[in-house]
């Protein structure tokens, strides 16, 4: 009996019933350029790579396209988020800030699954979770996250200001010790970590020993929430995905960005998972993580809101990626690649931009073929007369997106 018991245990494990829950913790480290990473060799980047990856990642958008994007933080932090570029998310510096809630925040996402996913935020800039996330707003829906670390900024009586910024540095020593307490406790399904620091350290002194010195410490804080990420493995079980990113690069002597020169738009990604050849062949952007995350984390994303991301997923095969439109006399030609060549897909488009404003766009079905075709014709006068398109590409797991102005 004890036997049959065991082999039913594994028949169920196989098929996927007892699956290990997944959660994942995505952490930016302000403004760190991928070759100050890879000089120092900061150990807690490469122990978390080491059973998945450490790679290149770009923010900034396409240069001189439409959906360029300036290399500021809020905007980076944004662009990650919602998985698509400034000019649909609206955020383009770091004042002033009105997002387009349109566009979902992953942890939008998170809260509209059939069972709402746990969420936490452990940061000193409010507006990550007030005016980023929109938590409470009347857009998002009144949106709550459940555990809030954050606002160590507005508390001078605890956070006196220091020479050199160094205050700063010790708001994001809270934030690293309070995330490591609550996921070790409470294992939120999806949580954001923000270390602001070696942003002020670059522009105070650019490259140099000084920045050196505290992306070595923004290490140690980065290592505090990995320990709690394999205590929650290693006691409960759990799967987890880590990512560590960086908002931006920065320019030639390390004390500005906001730019599109190749270091300020250079940045990198480490995660402990798994990662597809896009990845490896260094084509990841800071887009891709929203469905990254989605993806690790089975969530069901709305058909209108996957549309419009600018990003595709880093895990799993590829299906079809890299779209380009072209315009010749009136005949539009959509070219992509694809890795599942037997895969239907199928294409749309719209001569508005109405999910701007409404937040719903009424795609006009095109056609429908194999990814292996890697390419679509059709005469524009048959969507309408516009200067202004839009097309969609849309697989089994993932779509791809153009804009085309006449």
């Known amino acids: 009996m004890r036997k049959l018991s065991l082999t039913v245990v594994l028949i169920l494990s196989c098929l996927g019933l007892f699956a290990r829950e997944r959660k994942a913790v995505i952490i930016i480290a302000d403004g760190i350029p991928k070759d100050v990473v890879e000089r120092l060799h900061v150990p807690v980047i490469y122990d978390i790579a080491r059973t998945g990856a450490f790679g290149d990642s770009f923010v900034g958008g396409e240069v001189g396209m439409y959906n360029e994007t300036p290399t500021i933080s809020a905007v980076g932090y944004n662009t990650m988020l ?3 570029w400034a000019n649909k998310h609206n955020v383009f510096g770091n004042d002033n800030l009105s997002p387009n809630y349109h566009y979902w925040s992953i942890f939008k996402i998170a809260k509209e699954q059939k069972k709402p996913l746990t969420t936490a935020i452990f940061s000193s800039w409010t507006d990550n979770r007030t005016v980023l996330l929109g938590e409470g707003k009347p857009e998002t829906g009144g949106m709550a996250i459940d555990y809030v670390y954050d606002g ?18 010790d708001y994001d020593e809270r934030v690293s010790v309070e995330a490591e307490r609550c996921i070790r406790e409470n294992g939120p399904d999806l949580s954001w970590v923000y270390l602001w620091y070696t942003d002020d350290a670059g522009h105070m002194y650019g490259d140099g020993a000084y920045l050196d010195e505290y992306v070595l410490k923004a ?26 990113t960086t908002d931006h690069g920065r320019t030639v002597n390390g004390r500005g960005h906001g730019g599109q020169s190749a270091r300020e738009r250079k940045t ?9 050849k896009r990845f490896k062949e260094g084509k990841a952007a800071m887009v891709d993580i929203n469905p990254s995350v989605c993806e690790f984390l089975r ?6 809101v996957g549309m419009e991301r600018d990003g595709i997923p880093f895990f799993g095969k590829t ?31 719209s001569p508005s931009d109405e999910f701007k404003t409404t937040g719903k766009e009424d795609w006009i079905h095109l056609g429908d073929l194999k990814a292996g075709a ?15 398109y839009k097309f969609v590409v ?12 006449i």
């Not at 969530?299 to 209108?304: C, L, S």
């Open 299 to 304: 969530m069901e994303v709305p058909e209108e």
């Open 374 to 388: 890697e390419e679509f014709r059709y005469y524009l006068d048959k969507i309408g007369k516009s200067t202004f």
């Open 394 to 405: 849309a697989g089994e797991k993932e779509s791809v997106n153009r804009w085309f102005k």
């Open 82 to 84: 919602t998985g698509v």
């Open 152 to 169: 160590y900024d507005l508390d001078e009586k605890n956070f006196p200001h220091k020479e050199k910024d160094l205050h700063v540095f």
């Open 219 to 244: 290490g140690e804080q980065i290592e505090r929430v990995w320990r709690a990420v394999q205590y929650r493995q290693k006691t409960f079980g759990e799967d987890w995905l880590i990512i560590v």
């Open 268 to 276: 990198w990604i480490s995660t402990n998972q798994k990662v597809n």
């Open 319 to 349: 299906g079809i990626s890299d779209l380009d439109v072209r315009v010749y006399d009136r005949e539009v030609i959509l070219r992509w690649k694809a890795s599942r060549k037997n895969e239907p897909v199928s294409v749309y488009a």
